[in-house]
């Protein structure tokens, strides 16, 4: 899987990364875990994912989570199941903004943004 992110892929990242003031502390609860948020996070059922869900449902590369200037973001990584969003399923390859208490849901694991 590349390391690439916005940041380092296109001008509009690299200038948002220069504007970007000290980093806010985020965190993911994910099975009982409190997991750092960072730049870029990559969920999936492949072991070569930051965030591993053991559950069939999840494709291998399902989802990432992406730091973009001050704000997280959610993409579907195009998963044959789908990423939801508080409820309702994510468009696929679209980034959506992230917020306190935000709850994804991939296969029957839930990962709650606090």
């Known amino acids: 899987m590349q390391d690439t992110t916005i940041i380092t892929s296109s001008k509009v990242g690299q200038r948002l990364e220069k504007l970007t003031d000290a980093e806010q ?4 609860m994910f099975g009982g ?3 750092e948020l960072v730049a870029k996070i990559t969920i ?3 072991s070569d994912n ?3 869900i053991d559950n069939k449902l999840a494709s291998r590369h399902h989802a990432l989570i992406q730091k973009i200037k001050d704000a997280y ?3 579907d990584e195009n ?8 409820g309702r399923r994510i468009p696929a ?3 959506v903004r992230l917020n306190g208490g ?3 849901t991939i296969g029957n694991a839930n990962l709650i943004i606090s």
Do not use: A, E, M, P
């Open 25 to 28: 502390v985020s965190y993911l």
């Open 93 to 95: 390859d679209k980034y």
């Open 33 to 35: 875990s409190r997991i």
């Open 44 to 46: 999936g059922r492949s």
């Open 50 to 52: 930051n965030i591993v």
């Open 102 to 104: 935000d709850k994804i």
């Open 73 to 75: 973001f959610l993409k």
């Open 79 to 86: 998963s044959t199941n789908g990423t939801f969003l508080n």
